[in-house]
T-cell receptor, first 117, second 111 residues
Framework: KAGVTQTPRYLIKTRGQQVTLSCSPISGHRSVSWYQQTPGQGLQFLFEYFSETQRNKGNFPGRFSGRQFSNSRSEMNVSTLELGDSALYLC????????????????FGPGTRLTVT | GDSVTQMEGPVTLSEEAFLTINCTYTATGYPSLFWYVQYPGEGLQLLLKATKADDKGSNKGFEATYRKETTSFHLEKGSVQVSDSAVYFCALGAGNTPLVFGKGTRLSVIA
């Protein structure tokens, strides 16, 4: 079974531009979460999608947005890029979202390394 | 809010040495606890987990015990290998909230 795939793997953008990152979950997985990883802040949760609906959102400005399609693939968009947005963006998929005491394992993709200059 | 604190790295060990990476947590309720590993250039992989107090998670020679009384979930391995060099993340999941990760501990094992 193929793992979580993320495209592109590397991206260089200029301040003020916008960027779209893509994530294809494992076949059959319907929940997708996005994280930002930086050396200073570690792993921070961005958002979670299930059945094309955003279930949870982290503490990020409105410049960060996402969506999920009917085939469970997900995209995230960052508008008006800032230098501080340089990070590794990780996508994780699971069979379903966590509900109460039941947590499905999250499988992570290799990430997209975004550099903003 | 919920939080995870793990020992700062980097940790450098010789092959076959004993490994401990400390992790403590703060959470309301009864979280599940996880250790993830990230090898260079890759995403995170679940290493082990424990869902209730006194549970021991184990995988690939790594172990961690969920200690409610000390709010800890320390990662241990009796004999590390060069191939264990990676960044290790402690994480907790409680209720309907997303996973909360520690800052990560980089482990380097030298032959």
């Amino acid at each position: 079974k193929a793992g979580v795939t993320q495209t592109p793997r590397y991206l260089i953008k200029t301040r003020g531009q916008q960027v779209t990152l893509s994530c294809s979950p494992i076949s059959g997985h319907r929940s997708v979460s996005w994280y930002q990883q930086t050396p200073g802040q570690g792993l921070q949760f961005l958002f979670e999608y299930f059945s094309e609906t955003q279930r949870n959102k982290g503490n990020f400005p409105g410049r960060f947005s996402g969506r999920q399609f009917s085939n469970s693939r997900s995209e995230m968009n960052v508008s008006t890029l800032e230098l501080g947005d340089s990070a590794l963006y990780l996508c994780a998929s699971s069979l379903a979202p966590h509900t109460g005491g039941l947590r499905y394992e999250q499988y992570f993709g290799p990430g997209t390394r975004l550099t903003v200059t | 809010g919920d939080s995870v604190t793990q020992m700062e790295g980097p940790v450098t060990l010789s092959e076959e040495a004993f490994l401990t990476i400390n992790c403590t947590y703060t959470a309301t309720g009864y979280p599940s606890l996880f250790w993830y590993v990230q090898y260079p250039g890759e995403g995170l992989q679940l290493l082990l987990k424990a869902t209730k107090a006194d549970d021991k998670g184990s995988n690939k020679g790594f172990e961690a015990t969920y200690r409610k009384e000390t709010t800890s979930f320390h990662l241990e391995k009796g004999s590390v290998q060069v191939s264990d060099s990676a960044v290790y993340f402690c994480a907790l999941g409680a209720g309907n909230t997303p996973l909360v990760f520690g800052k990560g501990t980089r482990l380097s094992v030298i032959a």
